[in-house]
């Protein structure tokens, strides 16, 4: 399957994907910077992660990555972990990353913080809700307490600015995917007044609703109770 988007460049770049809040992440970079890019499916529950020509693009057997024909000097390159893939985006278009040196601090600050974070936290908080085979009170309770901490980091720093970096940057991209899934996580926006604001004013931006609809069939036919998905999902150890 291929999606061709975007109109700003000759060369499309290949984005290995799956409808994630990390998959998103890098099609809402694409479509804020107007980019061309081919969308290719990567079934995480049937295995593609694990293919040896997936690997060789992204050795820790995780989507997304990229592909661009027109890397550095005119050459291809391939770039694996979302949040490396968002900073070579915004240093190869100029947008969402600023260049003088304070202001990419703060966006480094708090992409970092998500990777780190928000993104580690709100998946354990989703699975152990979601995918765990019995329900495990003090999992529940530590990915819940700390899930609720983060929102309240989130709240606090932006009740004195729009976005997390000051301007709307890859930070934002980088974290609207998972604040997004809140209700899957357990949370609601009780005494989060700013990050309400913020998920509304992010979500409303045209790219954003381009980059989190893209739909991939395969992944809405994924039965997660099956043993063989949650083996492929769950069960992986070192090969």
């Not at 690997?55 to 490396?84: C, Q, T, Y």
């Amino acid at each position: 399957m291929a999606s061709k988007r975007g109109s700003r460049q000759q060369k499309p770049i290949d984005l290995y994907f799956w409808p994630t809040p990390n998959g998103w992440k890098v099609s809402i970079m694409l479509e804020e910077c107007g980019l061309l890019y081919n969308v290719i499916p990567v079934n995480i529950a049937r295995g593609d992660q694990f293919k040896p020509a997936f690997l060789k693009i992204s050795p820790n057997n995780r989507m997304p990555a990229i592909v661009d024909p027109d890397g550095p000097g005119g050459r291809p390159i391939s770039v694996f972990e979302s949040g490396a893939i968002l900073q070579y985006l915004g240093r190869k278009t100029g947008q969402f990353y600023p260049a003088g040196e304070r202001a990419r601090v703060a966006v480094d600050e708090w992409l970092f913080w998500q990777m780190a974070n928000l993104g580690p936290k709100a998946g354990e908080a989703n699975h152990f809700r979601r995918y765990a085979p019995s329900r495990l009170p003090y999992a529940l309770d530590r990915f819940d307490n700390e899930l609720n901490r983060l929102y309240g980091v989130m709240n606090a720093r932006l009740k004195d600015r729009r976005f997390l970096a000051g301007a709307y940057s890859i930070a934002d991209m980088a974290c609207v995917g998972w604040i997004r899934l809140f209700e899957r996580q357990g949370e609601t926006f009780k005494g989060f007044p700013h990050l309400k604001r913020w998920l509304a004013a992010v979500r409303a931006r045209p790219a954003v609703q381009r980059g989190m609809r893209i739909r991939v069939e395969e992944a809405a036919q994924v039965d997660v109770s099956d043993p063989k998905v949650r083996a492929v999902l769950f069960g992986q150890r070192a090969r």
